[in-house]
């Protein structure tokens, strides 16, 4: 239950930040210059979400949304220190578990801004697993210890070439330094969220037939003699 709710809240907190960046302009005039004007912002960003089954009963669910900059293939890089801003990524959370038990929850990316020094997250859609290297975890400035998964780092904890080894998971205390590892897999795989384009096309076409049947009525009442109002899509 707690697998289904950790999933559920990942989803929806990257909807949320994805409608917050299509703005939609609604003007009604009449007998004005002024046109009619209706507004979505084209750019659109992505979302994505993720799970892998590590060995020994552990397990991850995870969720990304990138920028409206973000190409289609991408390779997000910490620059060595943290906090800092990300280039493509607009949102990252993570949960681990331990068979259907929640052990932690994180988000180490909100509004594009990373407190993970280690964030590596690259995203190739050509292939089919395709996260070819990635260093994610639950790591908040609160959490202490914290879990990561990693294919940058191997079973005993040292570190080897990016996405040379299979993919990792970790429990590190930061104060003492100490790693752990907890099990691995050799596959994790993100999935694109439907978009929520369709929600922002329905609520234009209400938008716009609101506005349409308003000024129609309003210039029927006024009797005016005024050009009908422009109508322009951005």
Do not use: W
């Not at 994805?18 to 979505?40: D, G, H, R």
């Not at 906090?83 to 578990?97: A, G, H, M, V």
């Amino acid at each position: 239950m707690f697998r289904e709710i950790a999933f559920i809240h990942s989803i929806i907190q990257g909807l949320f930040m994805k409608l917050q960046i299509f703005p939609v302009l609604l003007a009604m005039v009449t007998c004005s210059s002024i046109p009619f004007v209706f507004a979505v912002s084209s750019a659109q960003a992505a979302d994505f979400a993720f799970s892998a089954n590590f060995t020994n009963g552990y397990s991850a669910e995870g969720s990304f949304t990138t920028k409206t900059n973000a190409p289609a293939s991408f390779s997000e890089i910490s620059p060595g220190y943290s906090p800092f801003s990300t280039r493509f990524l607009e949102s990252r959370s993570l949960s681990i578990f331990d068979t259907n038990t929640l052990l932690q929850s994180g988000s180490s990316v909100i509004n594009g801004i990373s407190t993970d020094k280690y964030l590596r997250l690259d995203y190739d859609n050509s292939l089919t697993d395709n996260l070819p290297v990635l260093d994610i975890s639950t790591e908040t400035p609160s959490q202490n210890p914290y879990y990561f998964i990693s294919n940058s780092v191997d079973s005993s904890g040292n570190l080897v070439a990016d996405g040379s080894t299979n993919y990792n998971l970790f429990l590190y205390d930061r104060i003492t330094e100490n790693i752990t590892f907890l099990g691995d897999t050799t596959s994790i795989k993100a999935t694109p969220v439907p978009e929520s384009s369709s929600v922002i096309s329905s609520l234009a076409v209400a938008a716009f037939g609101f506005g349409f049947a308003f000024k129609r009525k309003l210039n029927n009442r006024t009797a005016s003699n005024c050009p009908p109002t422009n109508v322009a899509v951005i």
